[in-house]
């Protein structure tokens, strides 16, 4: 996410959303009354314009808020920490009321009242499975082109939408506040209000369903979700470090917690695996954590993959021994730290508190522009 304020990127989020469904609903109208009664010239035009605006809008807001436009995109994002969880209502109300805005506005650009209920049934098994398919689409693109291919995602994302508004039996909301706003057009674009919490279930669902078999692919999506959906400008300048143990669940969850409290986002970051990941964080690893005020007991240890190493900038290795995989061209660095696996609370502190003392040191030698705090 980029530096802007909450303030910022909720008003971008806010003004993308209005623009997008301005087009969505203006171009509908504009089509309905040019194309002579041809549903298929209407729908064409419609997706075309929806296309290109999205182009535009991501590529305009995208630095600046994520350009997300959507409640199940910014869900998905908390859900792989790309946001705090805290900040998804602010950008859910600024989506929906900025998706309102632009239905009142279109429909007043071509003179119609700013906001009259749709007649326009959209409904049944089949259009419920063509909003799940979109979505599950969207949220595929994505992922998958945020990981090696970010800076296409604009292109990516506008050319699904594109072919998705054909091939899908709901002609691909995709959003639900998008889908909101529409149930206030009677228009070409419309859709019953009693039609959308069904289509917004069905989306929840694909995203979630994309996001979950993203995750088995890409075991890192968490460290790449920050780049939902347009990377900051210095993301390909992010120094990546990756602290490896063998349960992923003591040591190496502490080590980048810690880091990633002390360092500057913008320059470096802090992920964490294991050779052997436990089903949990070791409870009295999380108690020695919450005790100053950081919470790690929601952590999810992942597997430490060659390709997870690859990715890295520096690995540091914290007892997993000879299973830590070698990469060359990683700078590799051996902390050889006990392990705090049933051990008493006391005995846990003291770990904690030399990682402590280690991660601030690593920042001040290996990365001293990324210190984001006084005390490092």
Same mark, same amino acid.
């Given at each position: 996410? =980029?530096?802007?304020?909450?303030?910022?990127? %909720?008003?971008?989020?806010?003004?993308?959303?209005?623009?997008?469904?301005? %087009?969505?609903?203006? =171009?509908?109208?504009?089509?309905?009354?040019?194309?002579?009664?041809?549903?298929?010239?209407? $729908?064409?035009?419609?997706?075309?314009? %929806?296309?290109?605006?999205?182009?535009?809008?991501?590529?305009?807001?995208?630095?600046?808020?994520?350009?997300?436009?959507?409640?199940?995109?910014?869900?998905?994002?908390?859900?792989?920490?790309?946001?705090?969880?805290?900040?998804?209502?602010?950008?859910?109300?600024?989506?929906?009321s900025?998706?309102?805005?632009?239905?009142?506005?279109?429909n007043?650009?071509?003179?119609? *009242?700013?906001?009259?209920?749709?007649?326009? /049934?959209?409904?049944?098994?089949?259009?419920?499975?063509?909003?799940?398919?979109? /979505?599950?689409?969207?949220?595929?693109?994505?992922?998958?082109?945020?990981?090696?291919?970010?800076?296409?995602?604009?292109?990516a994302?506008?050319?699904?939408? /594109?072919?998705?508004?054909?091939?899908?039996?709901? %002609?691909?909301?995709?959003?639900?506040?998008? =889908?909101?706003?529409?149930?206030?057009?009677?228009?070409?674009?419309?859709?019953?209000?009693?039609?959308?919490?069904?289509?917004?279930? &069905?989306?929840m669902?694909?995203?979630?369903?994309?996001?979950?078999?993203?995750?088995?692919?890409? *075991?890192?999506?968490?460290?790449?979700?920050?780049?939902?959906?347009?990377?900051?400008?210095?993301?390909?300048?992010?120094?990546?470090? $990756?602290?490896?143990?063998?349960?992923?669940?003591?040591?190496?969850?502490?080590?980048?917690?810690?880091?990633?409290?002390?360092?500057?986002?913008?320059?470096?970051?802090?992920?964490?695996?294991?050779?052997? *990941?436990?089903?949990?964080?070791?409870?009295?690893?999380?108690?020695?954590?919450?005790?100053?005020?950081?919470?790690?007991?929601?952590a999810?240890?992942?597997?430490? /993959?060659?390709?997870?190493?690859?990715?890295?900038?520096?690995l540091?290795?914290?007892?997993?021994?000879?299973?830590?995989?070698y990469?060359?061209?990683v700078?590799?660095?051996?902390?050889?730290?006990?392990?705090?696996?049933?051990?008493?609370?006391?005995?846990?502190?003291?770990?904690?508190?030399?990682?402590?003392?280690?991660?601030?040191?690593?920042?001040?030698?290996?990365?001293?522009?990324?210190? &984001?705090?006084?005390?490092?």
């Amino acid at each position: 996410m =980029s530096g802007a304020s909450l303030s910022k990127r %909720t008003t971008a989020e806010f003004l993308g959303t209005a623009f997008l469904v301005a %087009t969505v609903v203006g =171009s509908g109208i504009m089509a309905e009354r040019l194309a002579g009664a041809n549903v298929a010239l209407a $729908l064409l035009a419609n997706s075309i314009a %929806t296309g290109a605006a999205l182009v535009a809008l991501i590529l305009t807001f995208g630095n600046i808020s994520g350009a997300h436009f959507n409640p199940a995109v910014s869900f998905v994002d908390a859900l792989e920490q790309g946001m705090p969880w805290r900040e998804v209502p602010v950008y859910v109300v600024a989506q929906c009321s900025g998706g309102l805005l632009g239905t009142a506005i279109a429909n007043l650009m071509f003179g119609a *009242p700013a906001f009259s209920l749709s007649h326009h /049934t959209r409904t049944g098994a089949g259009q419920w499975l063509g909003e799940f398919v979109a /979505t599950f689409g969207l949220l595929s693109v994505i992922w998958g082109c945020s990981r090696l291919r970010s800076n296409a995602v604009p292109y990516a994302v506008a050319s699904y939408i /594109t072919a998705a508004y054909w091939f899908t039996s709901s %002609t691909s909301f995709a959003n639900p506040a998008v =889908s909101i706003a529409r149930a206030f057009s009677d228009s070409f674009a419309g859709i019953r209000l009693q039609d959308v919490p069904v289509f917004v279930i &069905a989306q929840m669902a694909g995203a979630l369903a994309a996001t979950f078999l993203f995750r088995w692919f890409v *075991p890192t999506l968490p460290s790449l979700a920050e780049n939902i959906l347009m990377p900051h400008p210095t993301t390909s300048k992010v120094k990546s470090y $990756l602290f490896a143990c063998t349960h992923n669940a003591g040591r190496s969850q502490m080590a980048a917690a810690f880091f990633n409290l002390y360092a500057d986002p913008s320059g470096c970051h802090a992920v964490s695996a294991g050779t052997q *990941p436990a089903d949990r964080i070791h409870p009295e690893v999380a108690e020695a954590m919450r005790e100053i005020g950081i919470d790690i007991g929601s952590a999810a240890p992942q597997k430490l /993959t060659d390709e997870l190493a690859r990715g890295a900038s520096v690995l540091v290795a914290m007892g997993c021994g000879e299973t830590c995989p070698y990469v060359p061209g990683v700078k590799t660095i051996d902390w050889p730290l006990p392990d705090p696996k049933g051990q008493s609370l006391e005995t846990v502190r003291a770990i904690r508190d030399e990682i402590q003392d280690k991660v601030k040191a690593l920042l001040r030698s290996d990365c001293a522009e990324c210190v &984001a705090c006084d005390n490092c």
